[in-house]
């Protein structure tokens, strides 16, 4: 079964306004991990945050944690059209260095 | 450097035959992952292999599915008497570390269909 749910399962917007992706789990969890996928391609590492941490930021992304609601969000700030993409939240537990992902959130960049 | 890289990118075979796909991880990463993805869908966790402990095989979906390692370098994902719904694109992964449980590092994968 999945672990990560993402929220909205697809979104577009305007290139230079922000998108927000959701993400929920139900299982406690090491870390919270969010990939890009462009279409035919594997999946791109975009950004790790801790079970102790609540806010990590990387260039024009934000990720947020909050583990007592399960519960994560990806920020793109300035989306651009090269933004387009499927977004996936994946979980690791403590147990074993096992990736669990959600089905993904399609994100559509309109120039 | 080098990234992932897996063969081939695409395969085509009839149903009933025997597909084998490579993966070449990154130099020097002891962890590697195979998943299976369906279209439009999320990763499935197939098998995983960390340096030379035993694999964790808890993902491979029926007994047709089996996977070798070589030490901590190439590893083949092989598939018998294939069936229609063994088509997808079969992506593997490494990393670099266990303890620390960091990021994977993907190849472009092997879309596999089954006619």
């Known amino acids: 079964s999945q672990q990560g749910e993402e929220d909205p399962q697809a979104l577009s917007i305007q290139e230079g306004e922000n998108a927000t992706m959701n993400c929920s789990y139900k299982?406690?969890?090491?870390?919270l991990q969010w990939y890009r996928q462009n279409s035919g391609r594997g999946l791109v590492h975009l950004i790790l945050?801790?079970?102790?941490?609540r806010e990590k930021h990387s260039g024009r992304l934000r990720v947020t944690l909050d583990t007592s609601k399960k519960s994560s969000s990806l920020l793109i700030t300035a989306s651009r059209a090269a933004d387009t993409a499927s977004y996936f939240c994946a979980t690791m537990g403590g147990a074993n260095s096992k990736l669990t992902f959600g089905k993904g959130i399609t994100l559509s960049v309109r120039p | 450097g080098a990234g992932v890289s897996q063969s081939p990118s695409n395969k085509v075979t009839e149903k009933g035959k025997d597909v084998e796909l490579r993966c070449d991880p990154i130099?020097?990463?002891?962890?590697l992952y195979w998943y299976r993805q369906r279209l439009g869908q999320g990763l499935e966790f197939l098998i995983y292999f960390q340096g030379n402990s035993a694999p964790d095989k808890s993902g491979l979906p029926s007994d047709r599915f089996s996977a070798e390692r070589t030490g901590e370098s190439v590893s083949t994902l092989t598939i018998q008497r294939t069936q229609q719904e063994d088509s997808a694109v079969y992506l593997c992964?490494?990393?670099?570390?266990?303890?620390?449980?960091?990021?994977?590092?993907f190849g472009d994968g092997t879309r596999l269909s089954i006619l």
């Open positions: 130099s020097g990463h002891t962890a």
């Open positions: 992964a490494s990393s670099s570390n266990r303890g620390l449980a960091g990021p994977q590092h």
């Open positions: 299982t406690s969890i090491n870390n």
């Open positions: 945050i801790r079970s102790n941490e």
